[in-house]
């Protein structure tokens, strides 16, 4: 009897287990504002079924060819700051959110950071200084207030692919005072190349690959395109043994939104709430089921809930939309 009740015990925690380790990462990409947050602000997340936030601190350079960052300084807002990010993860953890730590750099003029490149050795050597800087003071953040993930960086192509050594020392200079788990945010068109994937916990994807040229796609055309992006994730998800994470999704709710899904132009016209709820639900059918895939964080989420989104916005929020609905809806699941 005794050993019938061992059996029971033993099958009942390796059950739990591991439904607690297949747990996906339904997360938001929560953008830094001026300001501290509140309840007010945490509410929507906690009612889009969210279980992590993304959050987003800042550097800026001035060119592509500019090798100093600019980080946490009173110039910037609040929440692109370490105090800022202090301040809002500890609000999202009093209410049970989980955090990845997510450090960006803003070109000016937004200029794509995938091209950051130097011209010189002298200048490598001085963006290498500057990001280590920049990529320690929230990584020591990160440790302080326990971020579940830290992300090492974020679309940096040139940087990554013209100085490897560099990488891997970052990375072994991030753990020294980071416990927690790591992953890079690859552009969708970079994560093949990433060459320190087995150095991460996470391997990372922002993931607006181009998936129809149809006006409005369906859920059916979504999910069609997806079959060679997918069979190339698999690839180098079974090369690495890693389990893949969706830094970035989404789509707009636009006209064409599954085409170049990255598209971020100010055109005010062709909006498609349709569209977008697709895209939304052909992401979600093709990977959320897969145990390789640990989830993702949707792009993007802002703390003025009340006064973004809406039926007439044609942006990446899903907020105030048909896509907040379905977002609820699939997180939930």
């Known amino acids: 009897m005794k050993t019938k009740n061992f059996l029971l015990l033993l099958l009942i925690i390796l059950n739990f287990s591991c439904k607690s380790q297949t747990k996906k990462i339904n997360g ?15 509410t929507p997340v906690l009612k889009a079924q969210s279980n ?28 692109e700051t370490k105090n800022g990010l202090l301040q809002y993860a500890e609000r999202f953890q009093k209410e049970g959110v989980k955090i990845m730590v997510k450090p960006h750099i803003w070109v000016y003029r937004g200029e794509f950071t995938g091209n950051i490149k130097m011209t010189s050795e002298e200048s490598w050597q001085v963006l290498e200084n500057s990001y280590l800087s920049f990529i320690l003071t929230y990584a020591n953040a990160a ?23 560099y990488w891997q020392k970052v990375i072994k200079e991030i753990r020294k005072v980071y416990k927690g788990k790591l992953t890079y945010a690859a552009n969708w068109d970079e994560f093949k190349r990433v060459p320190f994937w087995s150095e991460l916990d996470f391997i990372g994807v922002d993931a607006y690959f181009p998936l129809t040229d149809k006006k409005s796609p369906s859920v059916a055309d979504f999910e069609l395109g997806w079959t060679p992006h997918k069979n190339e994730i698999i690839k180098v998800q079974k090369q690495f043994n890693k389990p893949v994470l969706f830094t970035e999704f989404g789509y707009r709710s636009v006209d064409f939104s599954g085409k170049e899904p990255w598209n971020s132009n100010r055109v005010e016209d062709s ?42 916005n044609n942006r990446f929020t899903p907020q105030n939309k048909p896509a907040e609905e379905l977002l609820r809806t699939l997180y939930s699941q």
């Open 28 to 42: 938001v990409s929560f953008v830094a504002s001026r300001d501290s947050i509140n309840s007010k602000h945490i």
């Open 143 to 165: 440790e302080k207030l326990k971020a579940d993930i830290f992300c090492i960086g974020t679309e940096l192509e040139q940087f990554v692919i013209n100085r490897p050594d």
């Open 271 to 312: 909006v498609n709430l349709q569209a977008q709820v697709n895209g939304l639900q052909a992401i979600h059918n093709q990977f959320w089921k897969e145990n390789w895939f640990a989830g993702g964080f949707v792009w993007k989420w802002f703390h003025s809930h009340e006064r973004v989104g809406g039926e007439k």
């Open 52 to 79: 992590y936030v993304a959050l987003m601190p800042f550097g800026f350079i001035r060119n592509l060819s500019t090798p100093k960052i600019i980080h946490n300084t009173n110039r910037q807002w609040f929440g």
